[in-house]
Every structure is written in structure tokens, then in C-alpha cells.
């Protein structure tokens, strides 16, 4: 390799002559004799035997497997956990020094680098720790049924409940004929199991549509599969982690910092080596595990950081023109953004719900003012509503079941979110609301409210015919419909409350507020159960309505539903509790309130 093509490039030097675990990890061994430095620190042996290699120069990368005819349930082999190997899997992470290259992703690649340097110094922290190795965590996956029992219960509370007790017993629910299993599963039975927990629990409680009628969840499928046939580990790793760090919370431990700060380094390097690669930084992996880590530092993460990975989805998006986009005539800092309908196995259709749902909610539920990308230049993404049919209507398919709300609501969202950047930046109080914001306020308002009357109405006349009709195909969907239209109302009422609150001022003892609330805690009690992926997906409305419930009972209502996504191992839960009970005893708005704490959070 000519050395000087490019004098500005840093060059990754490796060692020719070097030991076979610096080959192995790609960096630079010093050569040091009988043990080299790197194999000296991480306490490993240090061999310079040379290694032959047969049938030719190796592949770069990994193959991805092709999907095959043989799954899981053909290995009958006993997984071995030896200290040693996990060890030796473990020092697979060291990540050689990380460099810089220019493209059109360096801003956002720039800002892992202070999150990755700070996990690099606990990793070397956890290369040390003997014990790590060889505590329980690293044992064999069997456990006692009584804790087998406490891990199920994280199930859905629904009738299919019976049906799903022995859920981690087996392995026939990794997505099928993936041979083999990482190295990362493989070798670490601990991984392996929460790995697991992820595909069969938390992967079913962050979408609102109950799990026994939504098979084909995009989490449970599309990115599982993903994670198992890629060539490296990133998004893997953050997958365990987010499992790992609910699980612990759900049963009342602190979660192992340590390893889940290696599993994050190691899926936040995996990202930067993809976004400095011209041919994987626009990749479906690259933008999958951008916005698995943004879920990550909402969900799990105290470090808040969720809003860089959002931006970079963001980017990516645009570029790649995954979603219809024109520059809206009448605003020059405005883009007309949207998508098609399509089916839950497309990848696009995926990515574009999720972003969008991100890009609403995410807004709807943090403070502007803490958005450090922001600026008075921003271009603000108006989203135009996908085309619902009478027949997606009569089919019950005009609720989204993996973002809880008809999309047409996305435009009033929108909306709304261009008018409370709009106050925030420039009326501060009420006495600067100027008479065009007030007026744009109020008709989003009445069209909103009309929109959602009118689809209401229409709604329960076909669930009226449906049953009168005696159809069993969509009699199923009954009960899922029935939870997502409580959902879409919950998200709905909760855009109208953040009109009067945070775009108008409205003071939280309004009588208007207060019927709001009132009117959505009717339908959090009567149709969102507790312990249900709807109660745990309509947080962003729980909050934001718990924040400004004024009377003693509805309060003990908010505080108790919040409390118990806590129990249930979303660290939001306890963000939110502390949040809300502050806003009741200081009288402050929860997003002034998060302005003030500089938390830049969000609820979604």
C-alpha cells in the first residue's frame, strides 16, 4: 500500500511480525518478547506462532448468511463457559485508536467520540475485573424456576398469558435459520439470555398493539434479523444492553454499569467505523442501529444524548430519500415530508414510521430551548398524512399498531411542534403571544378536534357492523383495535393539551385544561389497561396530563400508572414520577421545568 497517497490520512498501521492477538484485534503490536504489551495489560497469553491459512485470501468481512431451511433448535450441543474464553471474548472489544476522517456524517461521527471516550475508560476498568469473568452473570443460563417465574412476568397481562409462561425455555423464537449464532451469543450464555428477553418482552412492550395480534412487529422481526446476520456486533450489543438495564430495573438491582458501557462502546464504535465508510454510513444497518441507540438513551440511558442520534437518522433519511419531500412554497425554513402505506415486512415503511413518530413525539414531549443542534435556521419537517382508505377503515387498518395513532394525526403534530418552537423562541410569556400564533393555534386546534370526531364517529359505527355482522376475521382484531383506538384518542386529546399549555399559555387551573385532563384520564382508566404495551407506549400523554392534574384523586391516578412503568423496568418511569410530583409542588410547567434542570429528555 503506497504510504503516501494521501498525506493528510492517518494510516492504521498493523504488525506483520506481530503476536496473533493484535493480528486478531487489527492493531499495532510492539513485537515485546515473550509478551507484548497490549497482552500484558489485558492479562492474556501472548503467542507468536505463525498460523496458516488454506483456499486462498480470506474475505474482508463476514459473509451474511443466507437464510437456510435449519434453525436454532439443530444445535444440541452444550454451550461452554469457560473464564478463559469469555475473557478472551470479552478483550475482543478493544477497539484500536479511533480516527477522523472528513465526510458529509464527520459532525455527527465527532460527537461520539466524547460519549465513546468516556466508556473507553470504564472498559479498561472492566478489563481488569477479574471477577467479571466468573460471577454468576457468566454461568450457565438454566436458573430456578422461581426466577424464571419473575422474568414472566414481565409478560403482557392479557388471556394469552398462559400460553406464554415458559417463554425462555427454548430458543425456537431467534427469527428463523440464522447458523450460526454470533460469537457474542455463543459465548456468553448471559448475553444469550437477555438477548432473548429482548426478542420475546421488550421488543412486544414498545409497540401499543397487543403482541398476540401484531406477529409481524418490526422489532420482533425486522430488527432481530438484522442484528443476527450483520458482520458486526453494534447493534447486537445495544439490544443486550437495553435488556440488560431493563431487566435489572424490573427486578429492583442496579444493572451492571460496566458491561453494559462495554456493549455500548462497542455498538457506538461499530456506528462511527460504518459512518466514516462511504459505502455502510447510509447503509439500512447504519440508520437501524442510529435509531436503536436513540430508543436506547430514551429508555435506558441517564446520559440523554438521544437527540445527536436523532439528527443523524435524521440526515440519513433525507439523503436517501426514504421519505417524499418538497420544500413547502410558503415558508422558506419548511419541508413537506411524507410516505405511502406499505407492509410491516418493508424495511422503508419501517424506518419512515419511526422517524416520524420520533420526530412528533420526540418534539411534543422535550424542550426546544435544550435542543443544542437548534437554531432560528432549522428546517422543519411538516408531515403530509398518508392516504387511509375505506377499505383500510372497514378492514380496521387505519390505526397504525406500531405507533399507536391514525397517521393522519402526524400533520396536526406537525403542526403543533412548528408553533411551540415558534412561542418558545420568541414569547416568552403571554404578554408577547402575538395575535397570528394565537390565531394559527386555534385553527389547528378546531381542525384537530373536528378530525377526531369525525373518525370517532366513523370508528364505532364499523365496530357496530363487525359485530352485528358476526365477521370472525376481523372480529380477532377486536380487542387490538379496540386498545389502539383508545391509544389514538389518548394521543390526540394530548396534542390539544400541549396547544393550550405550551402555545397559548393557557394556566393549568383552566377550566379547559382541566376537562382535557379529565377527559383523558376517562380513557387511560376505562380502556388502557395497567401492564399492557398501550400503557407503557402512551407515556408522552400520561406525563404531560399527570404534570398539570390539579385535584388530590386524579393525581394519585397519574402518580400510581407512573410508578408502575418504573416497576416494570422503564427508567422513563422514574424520570417521570420525579418529574411530575416536582411540578405539583412547585406549580412550574414540566417542559420550563426540564428547561431549567437542562434535562433534555423526552418521553416517547
Known sequence: MNENSDPNKKKRTRSRFGCRNCKRLKVKCDEIKPSCSLCLKSNKECDYSIQLTWGGRPFKKKKVNNYGFATISTFQQEFVTETKKTKDFLNDCIIPELETFGNKYDVYAAELSPRIKELEENYEDLLDEESLVTRSLFSSVSQDQDSENDNHALVVSTPTNNQTQDMLTGYEFIPFSIVPLPDMLLKVPYFRENYHAYVEIYSKMIVPAPPSTYEDNPLTCIV??????????????????????????????????????????????????????????????????????????????????????????????????????????????????????????????????????????????????????????????????????????????????????????????????????????????????????????????????????????????VLKDIKEQGDEKRLSFLERYTILKATNRCFALAGILQIYRRILLMPAASTLVQELISEITTVFKNDIPVGTPAACCTIFSLFTSGCDAIDKETRAFYEERVLLLAKDGFTFGNTAYQLMIECWSTGKYWADLITEMDIDLTFV
Open 224 to 461: 432481530p434479523r438484522m442484528s443476527l446476520t450483520s458482520s458486526t456486533d453494534g447493534m447486537l450489543s445495544v439490544l443486550i444492553a437495553s435488556s440488560i438495564v431493563q431487566g435489572s430495573h424490573y427486578r429492583g438491582e442496579n444493572y451492571p454499569q460496566e458491561i453494559v458501557n462495554m456493549l455500548i462502546k462497542r455498538a457506538l464504535n461499530d456506528l462511527y467505523e460504518r459512518l466514516t465508510d462511504e459505502q455502510e454510513a447510509e447503509s439500512d444497518y447504519t440508520l437501524a442501529l442510529i435509531m436503536i441507540l436513540a430508543c436506547f438513551e430514551i429508555t435506558c440511558s441517564e446520559k440523554y444524548d438521544w437527540r445527536s442520534h436523532y439528527y443523524g437518522a435524521r440526515r440519513i433519511i433525507l439523503s436517501r430519500g426514504l421519505i417524499k419531500s418538497s420544500d413547502d412554497t410558503g415558508s422558506a425554513n419548511r419541508k413537506i415530508v411524507g410516505f405511502d402505506l406499505s407492509e410491516e415486512s418493508d424495511v422503508t415503511y419501517f424506518f419512515a414510521r419511526w422517524f416520524a413518530y420520533t420526530d412528533v413525539i420526540g418534539s411534543l414531549s422535550s424542550s426546544s430551548l435544550l435542543n443544542k443542534t437548534f437554531n432560528g435556521n432549522e428546517t422543519h419537517l411538516i408531515w403530509e398524512a398518508p392516504e387511509i382508505t375505506q377499505k383500510d377503515k372497514l378492514n380496521l387498518k387505519d390505526i397504525d399498531p406500531f405507533m399507536g395513532f391514525d397517521l393522519r394525526l402526524l400533520k396536526y403534530f406537525a403542526e403543533i411542534v412548528n408553533l411551540v418552537k415558534e412561542r418558545e423562541r420568541n414569547c416568552p410569556t403571554v404578554d408577547f403571544l402575538s395575535a397570528t400564533l394565537i390565531r394559527k393555534a386555534l385553527e389547528i386546534k378546531e381542525s384537530m378536534s373536528k378530525f377526531l370526531t369525525e373518525s370517532e364517529v366513523e370508528r364505532t359505527q
